[in-house]
Structure formats: structure tokens, C-alpha cells
């Protein structure tokens, strides 16, 4: 493989694939994935940082991309998406499969229920409950059982290179 920057072309790649899938899945289901009451569906896509360290920079530039069109602005681009970057390095981290859905939970739970209490005015514990329920939803519902089930097809995303 070609190497760029100390990168695999094949990481590039497959930090490419995930961006797009990232960006793609959260303007599909636009209407349920900004706001207060959030099921950004595409967050179940956090559990890849368990199999290849290119989902990392995949998820943070999809979230900037998915937040640009998101209509909050720079805040959402800016916090939003370093705290898809944070959740993503975290859950790179962990060590035990149940518990590399929690870093998003914890972290966008908490950043952008922040956010989302100021932007919107609302109370900060019930913006900070609001995103992480439907961050645990996302992550918990839909990521683990995909994390599973590329487990069980041997933990590759894409076919070997």
C-alpha cells in the first residue's frame, strides 16, 4: 500500500467509508437526528473504534460533515464533532465490548446536552438526560448488536486488503 502521511492508503480508505456512512446515515434520518429529542442513528457506528483505529477520524470528520448541515452552526461543527472525536478515541480504549458504547453515551450525553441547554434555553439536566437517552438508544440498540455481529464475521469492517 501506498503510504501518505504515515497512513495506509487502506486507512485512508476506510476512514473515508465511515465518514461518508456517518454523514450519510445522519442526514437520511435528518429529522430524528438534531435537536433535543435526538436518535442521531449513525452513532451506532461509535462501536467501529473497537475494530479498526481508522473509524476514529472516519466518525470526527462525518460529524463535522452531518453537523454542517445540521442547522446549529459552528457550535454544533466545532463541539459536537470534537466530542464525536473524544467518544471515538475513548471507545478505541476500551477494553471489553459492553462498554465501547459508553464513551459516546457519557461524552455527547453531556457535550451537547450542554450545548443544547444553552442554545435552546432548557434545563441542563433534562437536555443532558434527553441526549444521552437517545445516544443509549443509538449506541446500546443498534451499535453493540452490530459491534456482535462483526464479531462474529471475524471483526474485519472490510475485506482484507
Not at 55 to 69: D, K, S
Not at 99 to 127: A, C, D, R
Request: aromatic fraction near 12%.
Amino acid at each position: 500500500m501506498h503510504n501518505i502521511k504515515g497512513k495506509s492508503a487502506g486507512y485512508l480508505a476506510e476512514a473515508s467509508v465511515i465518514a461518508g456512512l456517518y454523514a450519510a446515515l445522519t442526514l437520511l434520518f435528518a429529522p430524528i437526528s438534531y435537536g433535543l429529542f435526538q436518535v442521531r442513528i449513525a452513532e451506532a457506528l461509535t462501536v467501529l473504534p473497537a475494530l479498526t483505529p481508522a473509524a476514529v477520524p472516519g466518525l470526527f470528520i462525518g460529524c463535522i460533515i452531518a453537523n454542517t448541515a445540521g442547522g446549529l452552526g459552528i457550535y454544533d461543527i466545532v463541539f459536537g464533532s470534537l466530542a464525536t472525536l473524544a467518544a471515538a478515541f475513548f471507545s478505541r480504549k476500551m477494553r471489553h465490548d459492553l462498554l465501547v458504547p459508553l464513551p459516546p453515551i457519557l461524552i455527547n450525553g453531556f457535550v451537547i446536552g450542554t450545548m443544547l441547554h444553552f442554545l435552546y434555553k432548557t434545563e441542563l439536566v433534562s437536555s443532558i438526560g434527553w441526549v444521552s437517552l437517545g445516544q443509549t438508544a443509538a449506541c446500546y440498540i443498534l451499535g453493540y448488536p452490530l459491534l456482535i455481529l462483526l464479531r462474529r464475521f471475524g471483526g474485519k469492517i472490510f475485506p482484507q486488503r
